[in-house]
């Protein structure tokens, strides 16, 4: 038999047959358009602990897609995300309500981190009972945190910035008292 390489493992197929794949590449394809809402690196660690789990722990080259779609989601759970499975997601409609953080920043003219941390609480009380339970997405992190800082390239001091954004996010949803829990997604 043909020795497989350390990242791959043989899927086996309904009508009997197995294919060598590589563990990520199978981890994209479950998670499919969900994939471009998560970090890479999130998407690499959890085909590896899986990856992992099957040939570390069970010793098994050999999974079918089941067993490693089941198995992926539990990894992706203990990394703190919902998981939905298909007919879940097709009988619950996610509305998606979107943000832009450059636009916030450039809206106030040199107005400084101060005004635009108010503004950016003011932008999340409005958007989140939009969001009715589903996903709120702020995009444009890094041109709004350039901006703020009149920065021409990304530097620790833009790091920074863009840390106590986040956290920022994180406090105001702490502490907004929303009836629906939604997702939050910072581009």
């Known amino acids: 038999m043909i020795q497989l390489h350390p990242d791959y493992l043989l ?3 309904p009508n009997g ?7 990520e590449t199978v981890t994209l394809e479950l998670i499919g358009d969900a994939a471009e809402n998560l970090d890479p690196e999130v ?9 992992h789990y099957f040939q570390q722990d069970l010793k098994r080259e050999s999974v079918s897609v089941g067993e490693f779609s ?15 499975t298909a007919d879940e997601e ?5 509305t ?12 106030l003219d040199d107005g400084g981190e101060l005004f635009f941390f108010a503004r950016l609480r003011d932008e999340l009380r409005r ?3 939009e969001s009715n339970g589903g996903r709120l997405q702020l995009s444009g992190l890094r041109p709004c945190v ?6 021409s390239r990304w530097s620790p001091r833009c790091e920074g910035l863009s840390d106590r954004i986040v956290g920022y996010v994180r406090d105001c949803l702490t502490h907004e008292t929303s009836p629906n829990d939604c997702a939050v997604i910072i581009r």
């Open 17 to 23: 047959d197995s294919v060598p794949c590589s563990a």
């Open 70 to 84: 089941e198995a992926l989601g539990e990894v992706l759970r203990g990394f703190g995300f919902k998981i939905a």
């Open 127 to 129: 958007k989140l009972p």
């Open 90 to 94: 097709s009988s619950a409609a996610v």
């Open 146 to 151: 350039k901006h703020l800082l009149g920065a």
């Open 43 to 51: 998407i690499k660690n959890a085909a590896a602990a899986v990856l």
């Open 96 to 107: 998606t309500v979107q943000a832009d953080l450059s636009s916030l920043a450039q809206e």
């Open 11 to 13: 899927f086996e197929l």
